[in-house]
């Protein structure tokens, strides 16, 4: 039996979003010695397709001519401004329409906005790249967004967070057809994890933002963020701001929308982070260094905020690690 699998490419498309699956899937069909995934690029029009990088991607099929094919699984490829793009009527109706059709459709990155029009997303989970995971969550609040998921399978509908997920999708797809035996075998040739560890906010880079609220606020959290390890309770913070603690706790939260508490995790988390990206310090001296009371604490707040432990983070991340 084969699976015709379409991938929708728009103009500005992460080429790496349709490659991706596209090259888990044919491997599929090697390992399997047979086509089982009939694979096809498709366009809103004819012609090429400039990509992000700028080279062109040429379209098997132009969204007109796949009205009249039958898909197994559709899948929505990504763009880097994707989340900016205005709605489009005549798109939103295709993929509606396609979609009804399907055993499957999804998304990977930011093609989750395109699903999000069509109304395909309401009363779902969905993953998408985590930079944009709040706009998707505030444009369409019936969908239930999580930044951290890697991959999320909800009734019909498969989702991908970015880029490189579309990998990690196309796997699970191809183990979800075909089983895990000849999905191991398509993640050995490809050199990938079968199953990635930990979710996507170990690759976030969104750390902390400008200082916010009022200019005694900003102060105290330059204070923070220049000495991690220092004590930070809101007595502390509060004297250095000039201010009552319940009175700078109240104000804190109402300009900055959040915590004390909670912005001096961020701050020791990030901090955290770059010492065990380093690699040279020892990880009980990286909760000290952060203000963390003991490595057992650093832990649970680093599996909490990351979903990784610091010692496996450091294997992923740290500029030694390839060494």
Not at 117 to 128: E, F, H, K, N, S
Not at 139 to 160: H, Q, W
Not at 215 to 222: D, G
Not at 239 to 268: D, I, K, N, W
Request: glycine fraction near 10%.
């Amino acid at each position: 039996m084969a699976y015709s699998v379409a991938v929708l490419a728009l103009p500005g498309v992460q080429l790496l979003d349709v490659a991706g699956p596209l090259d888990v899937f044919a491997e599929a069909n090697s390992q399997a010695g047979t086509t089982i995934y009939d694979l096809h690029v498709v366009g809103m029009a004819p012609g090429p397709i400039e990509t992000s990088s700028g080279r062109r991607l040429l379209a098997d099929l132009a969204a007109a001519d796949a009205e009249a094919r039958a898909f197994d699984t559709l899948l929505v490829a990504g763009a880097p401004r994707m989340h900016e793009a205005p709605g489009d009527r005549a798109l939103r109706a295709w993929l509606a329409a396609i979609a009804s059709r399907t055993r499957r459709y999804g998304s990977v990155c930011s093609g989750a906005f395109l699903l999000g029009q069509a109304g395909l997303l309401d009363g779902r989970r969905v993953a998408t790249h985590w930079a944009v995971a709040e706009a998707l969550a505030r444009r369409y609040p019936e969908a239930r967004v999580d930044a951290d998921a890697i991959c999320i399978f909800d009734g019909p509908l498969r989702t991908a967070a970015g880029v490189t997920a579309g990998l990690d999708l196309a796997l699970a797809l191809v183990e979800e057809d075909l089983g895990p035996d000849l999905a191991r075998k398509v993640a050995a040739q490809l050199v990938m994890y079968f199953k990635r560890g930990g979710g996507q906010l170990q690759f976030s880079r969104r750390g902390l933002g400008a200082p916010a609220g009022r200019a005694a606020l900003q102060e105290v959290q330059r204070w923070v963020a220049a000495h991690p390890a220092e004590d930070h309770g809101v007595a502390q913070l509060a004297r250095r701001a000039g201010m009552s603690p319940r009175h700078f706790a109240r104000l804190f939260r109402a300009e900055t929308g959040q915590t004390p508490a909670a912005f001096v995790e961020t701050v020791r988390i990030e901090a955290a982070r770059r010492l065990l990206e380093d690699g040279r310090v020892a990880t009980k001296q990286v909760a000290g260094d952060c203000g963390f009371r003991d490595a057992d604490t650093l832990r649970r707040a680093f599996l909490r905020r990351i979903g990784l432990t610091p010692g496996a983070y450091r294997q992923r991340h740290s500029s030694g690690a390839s060494r």
